[in-house]
């Protein structure tokens, strides 16, 4: 699934520093990738693309007849990618693989984000509660408080095509004294009753991500997760 190591920064034990949600891990299936987006991480989010064009163009086929291919899927990683560092996106997670011969419509966006410094992470997920999305609810993330919420449109526009959206975020806190919160939002997309329904299978998809979502910083022992787990980090 992923070539990344299930540490960033690896060290002994003793010479760790830092807080248990510093990293974090989840496992996603095979044909998916994580792309780096964050600030400063524009040699690792060129490598991961070259990883993928690798994988889905290899040198085995004739040079000739698919490198153009190669140039066109470069180009739209690093607009669809580079849309999403301008936009304050730590790291995206695509398909980049179909799923028993179906492409996936599907993304994950992985966001850091500072809420107000000192407070009570109940007292901020109680105020998101009431903001009218069509789902929400309080969850634990690996011990750590958050919220799932739900929120879908229709009649977006998109290539002369009417589209719904739906949107599934999970926020959750990683350290109340500085305020700080992970969010991870997956979107999916459909246009007709039957990829409407795939759409709603996508959803239970990213709810069993979530469900093998592990905290990895200092003084963590993530348990179940293979090496074929995705790691993010602060």
Known sequence: MSDHPTSERP??????????????????????????????????????IEQVVARALPDTMPRDKVEPFRHMLRDELHKT????????????YLPTEPMEGVIVPGSIAEIEVVSDVGTDP????????????????????DGRPGIR???TEHGMKRDDLELSTRQVLYAVSRD?????WLVLSFTTIWNSENTERLAEAMVFFFDAVMST??????????????????????
């Open 149 to 151: 919420v739900v929120h």
């Open 122 to 141: 109940a007292r901020i997920v109680t105020s998101i509660l009431s903001d009218g999305y069509e789902e929400s609810e309080l969850v634990e993330i």
């Open 176 to 180: 109340e004294t500085d305020g700080e």
């Open 81 to 92: 990618l580079g849309q999403a560092r301008d936009a304050g996106t730590g790291a995206v």
């Open 213 to 234: 979502f592990r905290w990895a910083g200092p003084g963590t022992n993530p348990l179940n997760l293979p090496e074929r787990s995705v790691p993010g980090s602060a």
């Open 11 to 48: 060290a002994e034990p003793a010479e760790q520093t830092g807080k248990p949600t510093d990293a974090w891990v989840m496992l996603l299936p095979p044909g998916w990738a994580r792309f780096p987006t964050g600030e400063g991480r524009q040699r690792e989010l060129d490598e991961a």
